[in-house]
């Protein structure tokens, strides 16, 4: 039990577009999903804190407009990546609990812009 | 805000060899302490989360302890083999919300 799928697991795309990144609990229902990015050789860092049915927080530092976070069920959470730029190239890796439990992670996906 | 450290950033032994990971932390009111490990390109895999009132936790050849009042925990991985090389991550959750605080890790690599 606890699993949590992310997808894609890699994605590469062109400078400017839109990117849509899933994380979905497979079979319990996630009040609670988060949001992190690792560069490399860097430690995960918290981007967002999403809640079902309510806007996400954000840390400091990181632009909402610019990282969209829906989390329109308990099972699913969704972040877009808007007007992507090369800096933006990263490893993705949501994260999801049901407020009782531990959070279980996704796979992480691979994002590159060119 | 909590900050977690994780020295050296990198580490290679023999294999077979028992060793020691260590995980420090600034803030002790920690709701619990979890380890991971990350093979390059992957997600996260959990290991072992030590509660804050437990002092270790055991799962075949890894044993995790906890000391709150030092900010410490360690990774023991005993009889180390080719397949335990990866980043092992240590992260604490300081407010009992499951938002965890990270270290960077530490690469592990295992000679055969």
């Known amino acids: 039990g606890a699993v949590v799928s992310q997808h894609p697991s890699w994605v590469i795309c062109k400078s400017g577009t839109s990117v849509k990144i899933e994380c979905r609990s497979l079979d319990f229902q996630a009040t609670t999903m988060f949001w992190y990015r690792q560069f490399p050789k860097q430690s995960l860092m918290l981007m967002a804190t999403?809640?079902?049915?309510?806007?996400?927080?954000?840390e400091q530092g990181v632009e909402k407009d610019k990282f969209l976070i829906n989390h329109a069920s308990l099972t699913l959470s969704t972040l877009t990546v808007t007007s992507a730029h090369p800096e933006d190239s990263s490893f993705y890796i949501c994260?999801?609990?049901?407020?009782?439990?531990?959070?279980?992670f996704g796979q992480g996906t691979r994002l590159t812009v060119v | 805000k909590q900050e977690v450290t994780q020295i050296p950033a990198a580490l290679s032994v023999p294999e077979g060899e028992n060793l020691v990971l260590n995980c420090s932390f600034t803030?002790?009111?920690?709701?619990?302490l979890q380890w991971f490990r990350q093979d390059p390109g992957k997600g996260l895999t959990s290991l072992l989360l030590i509660q804050s009132s437990q002092r270790e936790q055991t799962s075949g050849r890894l044993n995790a302890s906890l000391d709150k009042s030092s900010g410490r925990s360690t990774l023991y991985i005993a009889a180390s083999q080719p397949g335990d090389s990866a980043t092992y991550l240590c992260a604490a959750d300081t407010g009992a919300n499951s938002k965890l605080t990270f270290g960077k890790g530490i690469t592990l690599s295992v000679r055969p």
């Open positions: 803030d002790s009111a920690i709701y619990n």
């Open positions: 999403s809640n079902e049915g309510s806007k996400a927080t954000y």
């Open positions: 994260s999801a609990t049901t407020g009782v439990t531990e959070a279980f």
